[in-house]
């Protein structure tokens, strides 16, 4: 038989040209066969849209090489493996990013020349896929970049869901929320593997069984679906590598109801079989909170379980001790929203694989580590008891038994201390009886990470207080980072190729620390000047886009200040807009000598809101009031102008980055766990206006105080800003532009008046009054340093060479050294 099995392989192997050619020639050969064949238009007669679709595939067929060369060369090796599970991914477009990694861009960008093409036109061709909120979404697609670059063995896995974030479409200032149904139109950059499915069941009773004369519990559930997986080919940069993303679709099962059908009621049957499909149909939008959901929960476990069967099968594929699993198996957590898992590798284990309590427990305990991303209460999940079990009932059993042991250890450790131990049940006694999902994920992890030293210091003395006392050797950080090869190689090419001038190399795009190598050359009047194109020629870019929005010009001369991120209370949107006020009406105010000493501004503010969250929709509305206001007065002309960009997400973002000459980062001290926009401008050498917060403070390690505009109250003086209450002595600045909105001058007087009550002196709990004073002065200095162009431009270059700790290779590697204990496993080319 295996005679015969070499001698079919053979013949296969004789069969295939050998590797895809990357000669420009053979691109177009191959670009326009994709056109003619998958895309099935004419070659003599196709738009951009169908060159981009044809391109698109052409690229695919090379990821797909590399990807098959990698999962073989990963199977043989059987290195420990890295699960990364997460429920949100913001990938964006895949297109640049695939021709860079792969080593192909010029390539490409020639052959398509040569047929009258442009790649960055065709580029823009592509939506984003936007199957993810924030912050926490876009880490896990740097992270899987930076794992698929340094050769890791790892897996990421989530959910394929049909509606990604809403698309944000801004009506009279108000922000209306569209369904973004991404796939319609075709997604070249997933293999359907229809293979690949698993069941995922749900409901249910548990009963008493006798197995093998021993009793045990068994779950017998109600209801089956199936998942599918959508392989998504992750490449990395200067290696062959190529990781997967695997995203799980709900479709109705085969064993799905068959009663039914017998009943006569065939349409009824079907239609409701269909429903599976909902589970995976659409993304949360809120960036914090989902509370109690069964929706939510469904799609929960739905991931988990379809992920955990497939990490299961792999491992059994090659090895049949279990006791071999945490040696060959790390499951990274990201946050609590894949915490299932936990429930599931036990019961799996227990149920399935008839370990023992104890043996199980001994497995899972070394296998899973969590990353937690917030320090806001509200951001902490809960799923509520009779929820889940009436889901998944025998989950439920587990997760109490779970909590009985740990209870009953922990009593033995601190005594019968109520109060500490009702705080650190996992499951919550309160008028909803829940489940505390990071309670669960840190006793059941090995380690729990944070994602900036700030948030460190928070976890320990606050947020997991009772758990760091108990288990101090748990907790660690690892400073969150984000991938050079998009946020500069992909969306700045022309400070690419500067950079790797001056460098002399191009090392940098995989070592990112190199660019400290910048740093001699920081007042070089040379490197000033070209610097300084760069930047003019970013901005015009994104003038450019501005003016197709709105049809508002602005100047180049102006500086381009940038507040982009989810809109959110804690994140300060309001006292950016009350900053803007506040100078519009000085500028109002002003004689001719002192008007002419003005710096020009462009603010630019772009973000969505939760659609259930009140107050983020009116900071909305009045950017938008206040934007009319500014930019229709004649006094006012190019001194300042407002521009609010809409249905802010990836794509907008490589846009806008290049061109900022300043961005806000305004959050009230101690609120952003880490914040990953403000290392994205860095890199793209654009100051940071900034409170000592998340990354900021580790910014300022890095680059110096003198580099950015610190402002606002520390840490440690939140609690007593907050305590002392309604604060006696206002300032007179922030009450007067509060009142103009009050009064009505933007119009929308009784809409506005709750926003305004938040920031009211006695409830003004993220601190906008308090730090006004701080902020107007950290930007007077930006006005300041901003006359002068040359000192800005040193400034500019030393931000972007001292950006290199902020790279998600430097976090990626931290993680694999210290958390999951995987070694890289290189493809030979
Ligand atoms: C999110 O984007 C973040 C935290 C969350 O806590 C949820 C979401 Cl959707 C549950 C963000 C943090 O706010 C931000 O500071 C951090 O940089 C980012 O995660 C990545 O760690």
Same mark, same amino acid.
């Given at each position: 038989?295996?005679?015969?099995?070499?001698?079919?392989?053979?013949?296969?192997?004789?069969?295939?040209?050998?590797?895809?050619?990357?000669?420009?020639?053979?691109?177009?050969?191959?670009?326009?066969?994709?056109?003619?064949? $998958?895309?099935?238009?004419?070659?003599?007669?196709?738009?951009?849209?169908?060159? %981009?679709?044809?391109?698109?595939?052409?690229?695919?067929?090379? #990821?797909?090489?590399?990807?098959?060369?990698?999962?073989?060369?990963?199977?043989?090796?059987?290195?420990?493996?890295?699960?990364?599970?997460?429920?949100?991914?913001?990938?964006? =477009?895949?297109?640049?990013?695939?021709?860079?990694?792969?080593?192909?861009?010029?390539?490409?960008?020639?052959?398509?020349?040569?047929?009258?093409?442009?790649?960055?036109? !065709?580029?823009?061709?592509?939506?984003?896929?936007?199957?993810?909120?924030?912050?926490? +979404?876009?880490?896990?697609?740097?992270?899987?970049?930076?794992?698929?670059?340094?050769?890791?063995?790892?897996?990421?896995?989530?959910?394929? %869901?049909?509606?990604?974030?809403?698309?944000?479409?801004?009506?009279?200032?108000?922000?209306?929320?569209?369904?973004?149904?991404?796939?319609?139109?075709?997604?070249?950059?997933?293999?359907?593997?229809?293979?690949?499915?698993? *069941?995922?069941?749900?409901?249910?009773?548990?009963?008493?069984?006798?197995?093998?004369?021993?009793?045990?519990?068994?779950?017998? *559930?109600?209801?089956?679906?199936?998942?599918?997986?959508?392989? /998504?080919?992750?490449?990395?940069?200067?290696?062959?590598?190529?990781?997967?993303?695997?995203?799980?679709?709900?479709? *109705?099962?085969?064993?799905?109801?068959?009663?039914?059908?017998?009943?006569?009621?065939?349409? /009824? +049957?079907?239609?409701?079989?269909?429903?599976?499909?909902?589970?995976?149909?659409?993304?949360?939008?809120?960036?914090?909170?989902?509370?109690?959901?069964?929706?939510?929960?469904?799609?929960?476990?739905?991931?988990?379980?379809?992920?955990?069967?497939?990490?299961?099968?792999?491992?059994?594929?090659?090895?049949?001790?279990?006791?071999?699993?945490?040696?060959?198996?790390?499951?990274?957590?990201?946050?609590?929203?894949?915490?299932?898992?936990?429930?599931?590798?036990?019961?799996?284990?227990?149920?399935?694989?008839?370990?023992?309590?104890? =043996? +199980?427990?001994?497995?899972?305990?070394?296998?899973?580590?969590?990353?937690?991303?917030?320090?806001?209460?509200?951001?902490?999940?809960?799923?509520?008891?009779?929820?889940?079990?009436? #889901? &998944?009932?025998?989950? @439920?059993?587990?997760?109490?038994?779970?909590?009985?042991?740990?209870?009953?250890?922990?009593?033995?450790?601190?005594? @019968?201390? %109520?109060?500490?131990?009702?705080?650190?049940?996992?499951?919550?006694?309160?008028?909803?009886?829940?489940?505390?999902?990071?309670? !669960?994920?840190?006793?059941?992890?090995?380690?729990?990470?944070?994602?900036?030293?700030?948030?460190?210091?928070?976890?320990?003395?606050?947020?997991?207080?009772?758990?760091?006392?108990?288990?101090?050797?748990?907790?660690?950080?690892?400073?969150?980072?984000?991938?050079?090869?998009?946020?500069?190689?992909?969306?700045?090419?022309?400070?690419?190729?500067?950079?790797?001038?001056?460098?002399?190399?191009?090392?940098?795009? =995989?070592?990112?620390?190199?660019?400290?190598?910048?740093?001699?050359?920081?007042?070089?009047?040379?490197?000033?000047?070209?610097?300084?194109?760069?930047?003019?020629?970013?901005?015009?870019?994104?003038?450019?886009?501005?003016?197709?929005?709105?049809?508002?010009?602005?100047?180049?001369?102006?500086?381009?200040?940038?507040?982009?991120?989810?809109?959110?209370?804690?994140?300060?949107?309001?006292?950016?807009?009350?900053?803007?006020?506040?100078?519009?009406?000085?500028?109002?105010?002003?004689?001719?000598?002192?008007?002419?000493?003005?710096?020009?501004?462009?603010?630019?503010?772009?973000?969505?809101?939760?659609?259930?969250?009140?107050?983020?929709?009116?900071?909305?509305?009045?950017?938008?009031?206040?934007?009319?206001?500014?930019?229709?007065?004649?006094?006012?002309?190019?001194?300042?102008? #407002?521009?609010?960009?809409?249905?802010?997400?990836?794509?907008?973002?490589?846009?806008?980055?290049?061109?900022?000459?300043?961005?806000?980062? #305004?959050?009230?001290?101690?609120?952003?766990?880490?914040?990953?926009?403000?290392?994205?401008?860095?890199?793209?050498?654009?100051?940071?206006?900034?409170?000592?917060?998340?990354? $900021?403070?580790?910014?300022?390690?890095?680059?110096?105080?003198?580099?950015?505009?610190?402002?606002?109250?520390?840490?440690?003086?939140?609690?007593?800003? =907050?305590?002392?209450?309604?604060?006696?002595?206002?300032? &007179?600045?922030?009450?007067?532009?509060?009142?103009?909105?009050?009064?009505?001058?933007?119009?929308?007087?009784?809409?506005?008046?709750? &926003?305004?009550?938040?920031?009211?002196?006695?409830?003004?709990?993220?601190?906008?009054?308090?730090?006004?004073?701080?902020?107007?002065?950290?930007?007077?200095?930006?006005?300041?340093?901003?006359?002068?162009?040359?000192?800005?431009?040193?400034?500019?270059?030393?931000?972007?060479?001292?950006?290199?700790?902020?790279?998600?290779?430097?976090?990626?590697?931290?993680?694999?050294?210290?958390?999951?204990?995987?070694?890289?496993?290189?493809?030979?080319?």
């Amino acid at each position: 038989v295996s005679g015969e099995r070499k001698a079919k392989a053979e013949r296969m192997f004789a069969l295939m040209d050998g590797f895809q050619k990357n000669d420009p020639m053979s691109l177009q050969k191959d670009i326009l066969n994709h056109v003619e064949y $998958t895309v099935a238009r004419s070659r003599f007669s196709f738009d951009d849209f169908e060159a %981009y679709q044809g391109l698109s595939h052409s690229v695919r067929d090379r #990821l797909i090489e590399r990807w098959h060369d990698t999962q073989l060369h990963f199977k043989r090796e059987d290195p420990k493996r890295v699960y990364f599970l997460s429920l949100e991914y913001l990938m964006g =477009r895949s297109l640049s990013n695939s021709v860079i990694n792969l080593g192909i861009r010029d390539e490409y960008a020639e052959a398509l020349n040569e047929l009258g093409f442009e790649l960055e036109v !065709l580029a823009e061709q592509e939506g984003d896929a936007a199957l993810g909120n924030g912050g926490l +979404a876009r880490l896990s697609a740097c992270q899987l970049d930076s794992l698929a670059t340094l050769d890791y063995p790892a897996w990421g896995y989530g959910l394929r %869901y049909q509606y990604g974030l809403f698309r944000q479409l801004i009506l009279d200032g108000f922000q209306h929320e569209q369904p973004d149904y991404w796939l319609n139109f075709g997604n070249p950059w997933e293999i359907e593997r229809v293979h690949v499915t698993y *069941p995922v069941k749900f409901y249910g009773t548990v009963e008493e069984e006798l197995v093998d004369g021993r009793k045990s519990r068994v779950w017998i *559930p109600a209801e089956t679906v199936e998942a599918v997986a959508y392989d /998504n080919p992750i490449p990395g940069y200067g290696t062959r590598n190529t990781i997967t993303l695997r995203l799980w679709a709900a479709k *109705p099962s085969d064993h799905y109801d068959m009663e039914s059908y017998n009943t006569g009621d065939y349409i /009824n +049957a079907v239609v409701d079989r269909q429903k599976a499909e909902t589970i995976s149909s659409v993304l949360y939008p809120d960036d914090r909170s989902h509370q109690g959901k069964e929706l939510r929960l469904k799609q929960q476990y739905f991931f988990v379980s379809a992920s955990t069967q497939d990490i299961i099968r792999r491992f059994k594929d090659a090895h049949d001790n279990f006791d071999e699993f945490p040696q060959k198996v790390a499951l990274q957590l990201n946050d609590t929203h894949p915490s299932l898992a936990i429930a599931e590798i036990m019961r799996v284990l227990i149920d399935e694989e008839n370990l023992d309590w104890d =043996r +199980a427990w001994g497995i899972v305990c070394k296998i899973f580590s969590f990353t937690t991303h917030t320090v806001l209460a509200e951001g902490l999940e809960k799923i509520p008891v009779d929820l889940l079990g009436s #889901l &998944l009932p025998r989950h @439920l059993e587990i997760i109490y038994d779970i909590n009985f042991k740990f209870m009953e250890d922990l009593k033995k450790k601190v005594g @019968l201390d %109520y109060s500490r131990l009702s705080r650190m049940s996992i499951v919550e006694d309160g008028a909803v009886k829940s489940i505390r999902s990071a309670n !669960l994920s840190i006793v059941c992890s090995h380690t729990v990470n944070g994602v900036s030293k700030v948030h460190f210091e928070l976890l320990k003395t606050k947020v997991f207080k009772d758990f760091y006392e108990l288990w101090p050797e748990k907790f660690q950080y690892k400073t969150n980072g984000v991938t050079q090869r998009r946020w500069i190689v992909v969306s700045n090419p022309s400070l690419c190729d500067l950079i790797t001038k001056w460098l002399g190399t191009e090392a940098w795009i =995989r070592n990112v620390d190199l660019l400290t190598g910048l740093r001699e050359y920081a007042t070089d009047a040379v490197l000033q000047q070209e610097w300084k194109m760069v930047r003019r020629v970013n901005k015009m870019r994104l003038a450019e886009y501005i003016e197709v929005l709105s049809g508002l010009k602005v100047s180049l001369d102006a500086m381009f200040d940038v507040q982009i991120k989810r809109i959110h209370e804690y994140k300060r949107q309001l006292l950016n807009i009350l900053g803007i006020i506040h100078r519009y009406d000085c500028i109002k105010n002003m004689n001719e000598s002192d008007r002419r000493k003005v710096v020009p501004r462009v603010c630019i503010i772009g973000g969505k809101a939760a659609p259930g969250y009140e107050i983020a929709k009116k900071i909305i509305k009045l950017c938008h009031v206040v934007a009319d206001k500014i930019n229709n007065n004649s006094d006012i002309g190019d001194l300042l102008k #407002l521009v609010f960009i809409p249905d802010y997400n990836v794509s907008v973002a490589e846009l806008v980055i290049p061109g900022a000459d300043l961005s806000q980062h #305004l959050s009230t001290a101690g609120h952003e766990a880490s914040g990953t926009g403000s290392m994205k401008f860095l890199m793209n050498g654009c100051l940071l206006l900034a409170t000592a917060d998340g990354s $900021t403070v580790e910014i300022i390690e890095e680059i110096g105080s003198e580099n950015l505009f610190l402002f606002g109250a520390k840490l440690d003086e939140v609690p007593t800003l =907050r305590e002392r209450g309604p604060n006696m002595k206002v300032n &007179l600045q922030f009450a007067r532009v509060v009142r103009m909105i009050r009064d009505g001058y933007f119009g929308f007087q009784d809409y506005f008046e709750s &926003l305004c009550d938040t920031v009211e002196a006695d409830k003004d709990f993220y601190l906008l009054g308090s730090d006004f004073g701080s902020y107007l002065e950290a930007q007077a200095a930006a006005d300041k340093a901003f006359v002068d162009q040359d000192k800005w431009t040193e400034m500019s270059i030393l931000s972007a060479a001292g950006s290199g700790r902020f790279s998600s290779d430097r976090t990626i590697q931290e993680y694999a050294e210290k958390t999951w204990g995987i070694e890289a496993c290189r493809c030979p080319f």
